[in-house]
């Protein structure tokens, strides 16, 4: 009882000084009481997870959009994927004396911790999104990412929803001989790419053979089979086809959905259609699915726009397919821009920033509309570094340690040249990015304001 | 320059890639074209038969221990030769799972060993409940001065041969002797990544130099303007391991 006392009223005083209150009441209340988090998992009736390397945010948040048309629900907002996290989540919707006003959780949960935490929850629902290679100092390797979920996965009595696209997905898939549902996309949308991007996982992990693929979507999500045994992409139950702004659903003996995608770019298809099929499999029908995607908002820098005089778009990079989906989006926009790149290297971020090299920046060396490229954060001279041996015109680079100078001064340089300005930067740059972007949207409102009255 | 194209093999980019060779591949090839040279870059993957007297250097990276697992089948039969070429000269750069490759074995934590290319008298060890050895590390060297990047390992590598460096900051090849990586010959095998390569200038052009030197091209090499690199060498240093300032210079 302490515990939840103490949680929540350090969650109170947080939010009353304007902090956000995501992760630390938890982690207090976790001191005082270790075993919290299997005391809430008793009063909850289902608990749906939601874990892999890119996308958890995104499909969390969608699917929790879905589930909330019908019901309360608890979920972890802006990537608290942590223990502490999902601690500080139920605080928030329980009582003083430890009631949880709901049946249902929704729970972003990072891979490493997913096997801390699987058999204090009763889990019904696991979502795996996808296995990248991401922040190699805090898992060890790739392969040891595949065994901690796996371990986790065996801990509950959980069906699953995986990406049939994703070979490693699917390897857990056959290994955890379990009721599984995959999803993927229309084959005939996958393409033959020429670029060199980081292929995680492209070796069989039934016998080792070299995977061949008939068309990739991007990464290692494609069309696989091994030709040495018997291992195959899955016909998912899901199926998906992304034109653009829509997302068509198909379904054995079900009428397609024709849904509308509130986010763009082909990895956040993918994040809805990863939604979607988990909430089909928890029954929910067309209506909840439509208002939820219809009543979803970004979460915090991810393609974030803020309208500044410029726009402004905001959006985390994390690790090297993730960042490449990014770099895309940024250079198919056809308008001349401004790009900011912010790299710090603490624990949230990776403490290695090798993967900085393994990322496709290249392209932007390509993009002839890229005017500017300011590089930002505690390790702001190794991302310029890398800019310069991707072969962008040194000229062209800029370093600016202190984020926010670096946002003005690419804002107000796009203001003058009446272009576009794009934010890419690593977790704990993020969310001071968000603050600084909405303040500077504030002042913008306010200026504009202030000319009309003095017009009219 | 009327020079034949110089040739750099890199062996298995399919299966060793796990701390961003590809950074160390185009240090390489781009401080050889500012230079005004040609490069090919032939990508050995494990369906390809390497043939090691046709390149000027050799790449050999980093991967999970099943993919080192994979690598230690498909070079067993290419041992000989590999040894051979090292022995006339061959230089190669083994980072990470490469570097560990060189030796005898390594034994990881379930008691397996992975045999290796045994180019060189050593072995690594990687025992059930040793935590990984994982930070920013420096290093000393002769050649090149301060060489830093990061390191991430479980396996302790024990050698009597000469090290590339002493530790200023970090673990090395066991976290107790204060070495690092090995020289032999005109071998390079370090754990150090990050990648190694680009804010290690002076290392990534003594390579160069050992290269054209084997493939018999008489170039000291112009320097280049380091700028951005001693930069980024500069506040790593202060930012994560101000001990290594004085050693800078």
Known sequence: MLAIWVGKLVAWLLRLRGHDATSFPGKIALRFSPNLLRRFGRQLERVIIVTGTNGKTTTTSLLASMISQKENIITNHKGANLIQGIVSACLRESSWTGRIRAKTAVLEVDEATFPLIADSLPVVVIVVTNVFRDQLDRYGELDTTVEKLFSAIRKTQACLVLNGDDPLCRHLGLRASRKTFYYGMDRATAKVSARKQMRDGQFCLQCGHELSYEGFWYGQLGLYRCPACDFVRPHPEFLGTYRGHTLTLAEDLVPELELTLPVQGLYNAYNVLAAVSAARVLGLWADPIHAGLASYSPPAGRMQSFDVGVPVTLNLIKNPTGCDSVIETVTSDPRRKWVVIGINDLAADGRDVSWLWDADFEQLAEDEHVERIITSGLRAHDMALRLKYAGIDTNKIGVIEQMDDAMDKAVSEATAAQSAVYVLSTYTLLHPAVHTLSEKVRNDESQTLAYRTSVS | ?249
């Open chain 2, 1 to 249: 320059m009327s020079h034949r194209p110089l040739r750099i093999g890199h062996l298995f980019p399919d299966l060793l890639n796990l701390y961003a060779d590809r950074g160390n591949i185009l240090t390489l090839t781009q401080r050889l074209q500012w230079r005004g040279y040609d490069v090919i870059v032939d990508e050995i993957t494990h369906a390809d038969t390497p043939r090691f007297g046709a390149y000027d250097l050799v790449l050999l990276g980093g991967g999970s221990d099943r993919e080192q697992m994979l690598v230690a089948g498909y070079l067993a039969n290419h041992r000989t030769e590999l040894r051979h070429a090292v022995e006339d000269g061959l230089p190669l750069l083994a980072i990470c799972g490469g570097y560990q490759l060189l030796g005898a074995y390594y034994q990881v934590p379930s008691g397996e060993k992975i045999p290796g290319l045994e180019l060189i008298d050593m072995v690594t060890n990687y025992s059930a409940g040793q935590p990984r050895l994982i930070g920013n590390v420096a290093i000393l060297t002769e050649e090149a001065g301060v060489v830093m990047g990061f390191e991430n390992h479980g396996g302790r590598t024990i050698h009597q041969g000469t090290p590339l460096g002493s530790v200023i900051h970090g673990h090395g090849n066991d976290g107790v002797s204060g070495l690092e990586g090995i020289r032999y010959r005109n071998i390079w095998g370090t754990y150090i990544h990050g990648p190694l390569l680009p804010k290690n200038p002076r290392l990534a052009d003594a390579i160069l130099r050992t290269m054209l030197q084997y493939a018999g091209i008489d170039d000291t090499l112009d320097p280049l303007d380091d700028r951005m690199e001693e930069e980024a060498r500069r506040s790593f240093v202060k930012l994560r391991m101000p001990e290594v300032e004085a050693a800078l210079g």
